[in-house]
């Protein structure tokens, strides 16, 4: 067939680019090369719209061993000789497609980003965004989703110990899903991503390959008949027990000292892994692909290099240690092939039948090399107006504390902040022997790292909405929440992977919010100290309707030197002093209750100063070193009432507490303004606090005392713990039960939708 | 008229299928090394009270694509029994 | 007492279980691989594990694979002379599946993955807080096996609630007579569906999983 300028639009590169990769490669690619460059120009593989401003992120420091974007996954230092391994990443394309599959492949890629590296995964979490949860499409997803994430990290058994799931009519459409893992690895067991040595060969270790998500090249294909259409899946499905004993062999045959580099295969497939080894090496491969395993029969060079099969992995080994390798896999039945050589002419060559079916320099295909990047226009959104033209004076104050009751009764069960049983239940989340949060909750998820003499206390976080509001200090807010959680948990928060889910990047005020957003991210990690070790953009979260809401998930990870500094959210016993940190606010912008209950869809983000969230997080971190306080928990949605309320429901305690500043009662109990947390204390620990707060001007109130169960509001009996606590566990369970009765038909109420 | 349907889901041709995979695996270690390919689907019976089979096809047909199977991963086939 | 570990294709709990008994409980533990049949290192006042995880994936029926394995027959052949074996969540399905304790394990009642702390007790003892993570649990046989079991005392842990109040209300999966584990009429051969590994350690906030191994014996 000839290549033209249409056929490289066809696998999405544009006439500016097909020129381009004629001049790189001083001729005409044929069909094979056309695809491997359009697989790794992709926006998935290249970033080439999102990395020039990537690149403003602090991406190196700290604690941080390798730079970011230099291997699969960030690697920071833990100290004692270990190091933590930690990633994030989006399927949300996939899992609209075919929820379940989607989801439990999305899991699976991003624990072969961490076991690629050498590490064990030893805790995963995930940020999930919906639509409406009383709508039927948003039920089936949610529904499929979670069995997804479920039955992959089920059965890898990598327990799934926190995460994050929001409701929002603008993901009706488009949900999001993203998994995060977190390994720990020994220092000096690292393996990098890398083809090195000339002469070493190329081993191929897992799954056969098959024509799994292939389909955009496919259809550029003048080959495809209607006939061949119905052989390609349109879903990739995961096999949680192959990456098991993919895992379990990988970290084994690394023990053997033969492996030089590994890659695991994910998006873009051989061509991906071969190209990014071997321009990290300066180094070529020679590729038989006819000795690559396949499910199917007759598979085309081209489909070979792109398919997405998943539970793959590509080893560079030593030359003259192949037996041990081998040997590995053949103990944990896992197919392993010789499919080449790592050569030294930095080109890769690719060989079927004993013919050279595409010859490309790798440099010119990789992110960093021969891929383009972009700076897309962006002008601020017309929307922008409408939330600056709100005024909270325009909303009526609640009356009295008795209607406040009321609402507050409302707010706890919003899915948003209702609790997540429902979900969470259907994970494994003690597999492993070392969440130690399973039985004393914190506001991060706390992980034993066995055998290191540390924990981890990992988070993921961010209310799009705030980011919606205002792109720039939501993005902030969503890093300075992360941090908060690990703070209040007794951690140091030490590094941050990020999963930024945007719509469409041509879109310019879509551009305008990723700019931002990425602009206010860094300000914050830069004040935090917590370096963005990697991650993953994912754009096109879009339909004709319009964009998700920009939400730029915050995975972050902290470090507990000392278990001892381990702090719990809850009430611990009556009559202790409850105290805010931090100040209260005149503020009810973009908070749950106004959003919900209220209804009120543009308002600016919540109040928010990085200066002053930073000193309050210093704080709160000097008095839990000094063991001042008994439990600590940030207010986030739903504001100061719903914070107090979650303390009492782990031990079934109360509180009695009362408002005394001046500002209204909504915004006092219900408003979002950050950097506040609420502690409890003894009598004499209450005092030294406040002592301290005063010379260290960080405000600090008295709210009240816990109580044995008992709820009382400004003086008002608000019933018992016990009944908010039911109010709170079973809110979304009912919500799905009410609509239960009908069928949830599975494949029906399909959209199309833009792919990435 | 009460029809009695049998209705076979398996997963599409070429898709992988984990369980036939890790069965084979277990039928090889048994020994019974002829065993080439493993797949498993589901195997569904309905009763269908209709005026006749045409129409008691036709819903099965129905059953099939909005529930019993997901036209994403699986195909179906439709027996009629009697 | 010395202890076994089997590791299956799949097994996930493998390492807790080494973990508790060799790091929390000061145990000596060997790790025993799945193809191999030795198990000549043990005597019958030994103690083999069986896991939990998803030993060949699940596929098929829970622990239908892993029966056939090499290892199960050793285990089978050392069960047989008196020797104590614990199958733990999918090492209980495979215990049912090779027939050394009777019952099966079905998809849990509500067909979902359950994980959770849940209350267990024996006939006459307090109240056990040990975590389940499971999504077929659902212990099930014929009303002559269960009355036979329970006439021989060896229904080994119930659920119940935090008082110890047994009642379907605080059964997990729908297991029959909610049993949560059982013992062979010999009482050599234990399973269970909750996972008395995962609280063997003060970081946790939890070690009744320690007084499970101190009721059966196996400590």
Redo the contacts between chains.
Sequence with gaps: MEITAKTAQELRLTAEEFELIKQKLGRTPNFTELCAFSGMWSEHCSYKNSIRWLKTLPRSGGRMLVEAGEENAGLMDIGNGFGVVFKIESHNHPSA??PF?GAATGVGGIQRDIFTMGARPIASLNSLRFGNIKDKKTQRLLSGVVKGIGHYGNCFGVPTVGGEVYFEEGYHTNPLVNAMSVGIVQAGKTVSATAEGIGNPVFFVG?AT???GIGGASFASANITAESTE?????????P??EKKLLEACLEVIETGAVVGMQDMGAAGIICSTAEMSAKGKSGMHIDLDKVPT??KNMKAWELLLSE??ERMLIVVEKGKEAAVLKVFEKW?LPCSEIGHVTGDGLLKFYMHGELEAEIPAYELVLGGGAPQYTREYAAPDYLDNIAAFSQDSIEDIADTAALKAVAEQVIQIPNIASKKWITVQYDSTVGAANASTNAPSDAAIVLAKGTGKALAVTTDCNSRYVYANPHKGAMIAVAEAARNIVCSGGEPIGVTNCLNFGNPYNPGVYYQFVQAVNGMGEACRKFNTPVTGGNVSFYNQNPEGAVYPTPTIGMVGILDDFGTRTTLDYKETGDVILLIGEQQNDIASSEYLHKIKGVEFSPAPHFELDEEFAVQKFVTSIIKEQLIKSAHDISEGGLIVTLIEKGFHRGLGFDVAADAGIRLDAYWLGEAQSRVVVTATKEQAEAIKHKGASNHIPVTVLGTVTSGGVTVNGEGWGAISEWKDKYDNAIGNLLKASAGE?I????DMEPMELN | MTYNIQIKVM?????????G???L??LQ??GLTGVADVR?GKHITLQIDAESKEYAKQIAEEAS???L?????EFFEIEMVD | MKYGVVVFPGSNCDRDAQYALAEDMGKEVIMLWHKDKDLGMFTTDDCIILPGGFS??D??RCG??AR??PMMQSVIEFANKGGKVLGVCNGFQILCESGLLPGVLLNNAHQQFVCNNVFIKTNNGEPLKIPIAHGDGRFFAEDHILDELEANNQVIFKYCDALGNIGTAFNPNGAVRNIAGIKNKNGNVFGMMPHPERATSAALSNTDGKKVFDILGLN
């Excluded at chain 2, 997963?11 to 369980?19: I, M, N």
């Excluded at chain 2, 199977?69 to 991963?73: E, F, Q």
């Design positions: 497609i075919e599959q799954s098959g024509k799994d052989e390609l899946p349109a879903v990739q499905v995961g096999d027990f192959q499910r199917q099969s998943q039945d069928i038909e599975m494949g029906a | 997963p599409l041709k070429d898709l992988l299928d984990p369980q995979k890790a069965v695996g277990g270690n048994l498993i694509k909005k529930l199977a997901n036209p994403v991963m | 060949y994936g596929y098929l239908a694979i056939f394995s």
